[in-house]
């Protein structure tokens, strides 16, 4: 099952944000627990793999204050999920 959200980046008013490269960095789904005989136990903690991207936002001052105020009221100052536009190799798309 994969993360959806109903909040969107504001992005008829914000710039979208930019990302450099075309990278996903995939997140290990196993889970690996050291025991104290020295030995590993591994487990699989989720069976959809999410990717994260790193992305940079360039703002104006005014846009700066617009994009801070949706983070915080928004989004709980970046603890909810939301959806964003990105440009990718495949065009622009939207993704959690």
């Not at 069976?47 to 700066?64: N, Y």
Request: proline share 7%; no cysteine.
């Amino acid at each position: 099952m994969s993360i959806t959200t109903d909040i969107n980046y504001p992005d008829d008013y914000l710039p979208m944000p930019v990302q450099e490269g075309y990278g996903l960095k995939p997140i290990s789904p196993i889970l690996r627990t050291d025991l104290t005989s020295g030995r590993a136990r591994q487990r699989r903690r989720y069976t959809s793999t999410p990717t994260q991207v790193q992305v940079t936002w360039l703002f104006l001052e005014s846009e700066a204050q617009l994009f801070e105020a949706w983070f915080r009221d928004t989004i709980a100052d970046g603890a909810d999920w939301f959806n964003a536009k990105l440009r990718s190799p495949l065009g622009v798309e939207s993704y959690v």
